[in-house]
Each structure stands twice: as C-alpha cells, then as structure tokens.
T-cell receptor, first 113, second 112 residues
Framework: ETGVTQSPTHLIKTRGQQVTLRCSSQ?????VSWYQQALGQGPQFIFQ???????GRGNFPPRFSGLQFPNYSSELNVNALELDDSALYLC????????????FGPGTRLTVL | SQQGEEDPQALSIQEGENATMNCSYK?????LQWYRQNSGRGLVHLIL?????REKHSGRLRVTLDTSKKSSSLLITASRAADTASYFC????????????FGKGTTLSVSS
C-alpha cells in the first residue's frame, strides 16, 4: 500500500503567476482534503473532494480551486498568486467521506516572490 | 479561524522526562485527534478520542478529554529525542465531511 505523495517538493513563483500542485492519494481512498500551513501556524482547511465533487470549503477565495480525478489523484490550483500564499500545502486522503483519520502527504513548499 | 489552541506553544525537556501538552477548543465535537509534524513536513496521526471517552492510551501516549471544559491533554511518557516535533490537536469541521480544524501546535524539543 503506497502512502500519500505530493509534487513538487518545492516551488518558487512570482506574484501574479498561477500554480498547480499535485497529490496522489493513498490506495483506495476516495476523499482528499487540501490544507495551507503558514510558517509557525497550524494547517488551515482549504477544501475537500469526495468522488470528484467538492464536499466543503474553508475560508479561501475562489482563486483557490481544485480537481479530483477518477484515479483519486487531485490538484490544487492557485491563480493570481500573492505574497501571503507562501506556505506549505498539504493534501490528506481518507478512505471514506466520514472517516475521521486523515493520512497526510509530505507537502509542497510554495514560495511567492 | 483556529478551533483548537494548544498550550504551551513550546516545551523543552530532557530525554526520559514526560511531556504534557494541552488543547482547548470552542464548539462541541464528535472526536478530537492529535497529530505530529516533524520539521515542517507532513502530519502523522497519533490518536483519536471520541466525545464519549475520557481517556485513551496508545504506547507511550495518553490522551484525556474533558468535554465539560472543552479541553484535551496529550501526555508522552519517557520522552525520546525522536519525539522532537510539533504536536497539533484537531477537531472535525462538520460542514465539510471530515475536514480538520487545527490549533497552532506545541513545539516539543527533547534533548539527550
């Protein structure tokens, strides 16, 4: 059984650009959540997908969008990058829509200059 | 906004000592979870305690939950250098399946 993987590990972008981060869920997991973690803070919930449909969203603007694919891989897209978007982006998968424990990937460190 | 708040923010102890960190939360919960994060990387699930449980053990970990005070504590006994990490409590954001709401974390440093 493979764990949750994310790519790339690190990324540097400039303000105004767009970025796509990728996540491969743990085998058999149909729910994926994305989190943003600023330095020194706890992770903040961005949104969750269940069977390719958005299942809930945190307090993030529409320029944060996502996709989940039939093979349960997923993407986080951020448009019009701002300096404050610099953070560690974590995805987490779980085997069901109402399964409490989540399994996290190692994260993508995004730096916006 | 943060649901849980951990206390203390930072904790430094010697190997072999016990480490206790606390979490307070704001709304009613179905369960509370604790996660560990090493060096700003991914989080690892440690333990889940349900709202009808008062105490739970897993290896060197002991978690308590007091729903009347909306608080939980995580005790790590006989700490090791490898326990050095940030520890977060998390509750479920009920409006979004099982999305987790995290506190700011406690940074534990265990020196040998």
């Amino acid at each position: 059984e493979t764990g949750v993987t994310q790519s790339p590990t690190h990324l540097i972008k400039t303000r105004g650009q767009q970025v796509t981060l990728r996540c491969s869920s743990q085998s058999g997991h149909n729910t994926v959540s994305w989190y943003q973690q600023a330095l020194g803070q706890g992770p903040q919930f961005i949104f969750q997908y269940y069977r390719e449909e958005e299942n809930g969203r945190g307090n993030f603007p529409p320029r944060f969008s996502g996709l989940q694919f039939p093979n349960y891989s997923s993407e986080l897209n951020v448009n019009a990058l701002e300096l404050d978007d610099s953070a560690l982006y974590l995805c987490a998968s779980s085997p069901g829509q109402f399964t409490d424990t989540q399994y996290f990937g190692p994260g993508t460190r995004l730096t916006v200059l | 906004s943060q649901q849980g708040e951990e206390d203390p923010q930072a904790l430094s102890i010697q190997e072999g000592e016990n480490a206790t960190m606390n979490c307070s939360y704001k709304t009613s919960i179905n369960n509370l979870q604790w996660y560990r994060q090493n060096s700003g990387r991914g989080l690892v699930h440690l333990i889940l305690i349900r709202s009808n449980e008062r105490e739970k053990h897993s290896g060197r970990l002991r978690v308590t939950l007091d729903t009347s005070k909306k608080s939980s504590s995580l005790l790590i006994t006989a700490s090791r250098a490898a326990d050095t990490a940030s520890y977060f409590c998390a509750t479920v954001f009920n409006q979004a399946g099982t999305a987790l709401i995290f506190g700011k974390g406690t940074t534990l440093s265990v020196s040998s």
